[in-house]
């Protein structure tokens, strides 16, 4: 019985790679078809969307009253993105480009406010005020990009005039989103099963294995990037996605209706962190790539981050 839970546990994780791949497809398609920013369309509106799980996951947690899932789940999510997706596709591929048009002080920026959750959660608790700080910097980051972008105007101007041609594309859509908040929601029960189980606590599992299922989105992107050959990487849907978690953290802690308590401490967590998210901007900053050796070195980072968790939990 337990074996046959822990593969419907697994197998959920595919039909919500299946949603989102539904969703992203969808967008791309319509972003194609209405000539908008590939940069913009990549970094808000698909680094969005491919982080439906991650929001699906913590509204099905704060239903079942485990807030701590979505906390651990987003705080992973980001660290997973940065130091075992992009590394881990820089290994497979020898190295890859960053496609982007960030310069370095937007770059900077876009990793502060990925990071942002973590700094206050050190004290073990995040009030409403802090979400909606994380809220307000998101909606900055946004303002900062999008000003230059015109995405908005440019949406809104393509719509007026495709809006005969989108109905069905709108229907796929509702349809990929409501896949995966089933099965996220059947996730976060199995989750809660779990920890009860194995005696592990539902945010650490959270931390280091929900939050891996739930970037198979982002990791699917990576992997038919290698198969196709290809060394350069939307990088606006990973930097938009992992900003995009910022985002749904202090939706989440709003929701959720009043402060996050959480027994675990947190210091282990702003270490690994800050100085991975340090080591990525370090190796990506001057040339825009992540070469095979520096992805090894956020590898073995990743893995440090993985078994000191573990072993100290």
């Known amino acids: 019985m337990l074996i046959f839970q822990l593969f419907l546990y697994f197998v959920s994780f595919f039909v919500i790679w299946y949603g989102a791949g539904l969703v992203v497809s969808v967008v791309d398609h319509l972003a194609r078809r209405l000539n908008l920013s590939s940069f913009a369309v990549s970094f808000f509106v698909l680094g969005i969307l ?24 987003l705080l992973g999510a980001s660290l997973v993105l940065f130091i075992f997706v992009i590394p881990l596709l820089a290994v497979l591929g020898g190295g890859i480009r960053l496609a982007h048009q960030l310069d370095n002080k937007k770059l900077f920026f876009s990793l502060l406010v990925t990071a942002a959750p973590v700094f206050l959660v050190v004290d073990r608790q995040v009030s409403l005020y802090e979400g909606l700080f994380l809220i307000f910097i998101y909606g900055y980051l946004f303002y900062s990009i999008e000003k230059r972008k015109g995405l908005l105007e440019r949406v809104k101007d393509q719509l007026l005039n495709h809006k005969g041609s989108v ?27 779990f920890s009860s189980v194995f005696k592990i606590s539902s945010f650490l599992l959270s ?86 050796y520096e992805g090894i070195i956020l590898l073995l980072f990743y893995l440090l981050f993985f078994l000191t968790e573990i072993l100290t939990a």
């Open 50 to 73: 491919t982080s439906l799980p991650e929001t699906t996951v913590g509204i099905s947690a704060i239903i079942d009253k485990k807030p701590e899932i979505f906390v651990g789940n």
């Open 167 to 193: 109905g069905f594309e709108i229907l796929k859509l509702l349809f990929g989103i409501a896949i995966i908040f089933l099965s996220s929601k059947f996730i976060v029960d199995q989750t809660i099963y």
């Open 207 to 292: 931390l280091l294995f929900l939050s891996v299922g739930t970037n198979l989105p982002e990791l699917s992107l990576a992997v038919r990037a290698v198969f196709l050959g290809k060394k350069e990487v939307a990088f606006g849907d990973y930097v938009g996605s992992a900003a995009a978690n910022t985002l749904i953290f202090g939706g989440l802690t709003m929701i959720n209706g009043g402060e996050v308590l959480l027994a675990n401490g947190f210091l282990k967590i702003f270490l690994f962190t800050f100085f991975g998210l340090a080591l990525f901007f370090y190796f990506s900053r001057s040339k825009n790539e992540i070469s095979r």
